[in-house]
């Protein structure tokens, strides 16, 4: 009776020591979980980067209009100021694509397939913009889109009149090729004016 007593005593001295074991490697497990988590927020503050900063090599694109957007990068615009306009310890990273200035991430947010400044970000959003002219460009022959966005400067900082240039692919299904426009945009009351301004230059 007695050797019974001290059986059943080993087994629940046994079956705690292994509640303990069983407990131990659980919360090891949970803090393992919840350091992953941890890394995991991480990469979700990059990937707001990966948003301003489109990887073009990691996009969905087709191979032609990844080569088609290197090739349209020779176009666009010298970056002629290295430091952020607001911030003159902060290294300009992306170009507004009103004004041409560059700015640091904290000073620009992407919209539709673009980026703007703080002053112009609300002009994109509060006003009606249409296109003034649509141009085909080539990447053996950048010549015309070049002259695109000097026409767009000239009349930002000569006319005061805001308008930006975007990339419009179109794939030709029946040849099998892929065709690149620039498309110039401005605020609705100003096209007209704009069209007689770029008449012959463009
Ligand atoms: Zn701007
Ligand atoms: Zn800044």
Redesign the pocket.
């Known amino acids: 009776m007695e050797q019974m007593e001290q059986t059943t005593l080993i087994l629940i001295i046994v079956t705690l020591f292994l509640l303990v074991v069983i407990v131990g490697i659980l919360t090891l497990l949970i803090f393992k979980l919840f350091g992953k988590d941890k890394s995991f927020t991480n990469p979700a503050i990059s990937k707001t980067d990966d948003a301003l900063h489109p990887d073009i090599s990691k996009s969905e694109f087709h191979p032609e209009i990844i080569e088609r957007i290197k090739g349209m990068e020779k176009v666009k615009p010298k970056r002629a100021h290295l430091f952020c306009p607001n911030h003159t310890e902060e290294p300009g990273e992306t170009m507004?694509?009103?004004?041409?200035?560059i700015?640091c991430r904290s000073c620009?947010k992407p919209f539709k397939s673009l980026h703007?400044?703080?002053?112009?970000?609300p002009?994109i959003m509060r006003f009606d913009w249409e296109e003034v002219i649509t141009i085909k460009t080539s990447t053996h022959d950048p010549e015309q889109g070049v002259r695109l966005y000097d026409v767009k400067k000239e009349i930002f900082e000569n006319d005061d009149l805001?308008t930006y240039v975007e990339t419009h692919y179109k794939i030709n299904v029946d040849q099998d090729y892929i065709e690149t426009y620039l498309v110039l945009f401005a605020q609705k009351e100003s096209i007209q004016t704009i069209r007689e301004k770029i008449k012959n230059k463009v």
Not at 96 to 101: R, S, T, Y
Not at 116 to 121: D, N, P, T, W, Y
């Open positions: 507004c694509a009103i004004c041409d200035k700015y620009i703007f400044c703080k002053e112009h970000l002009l805001p």
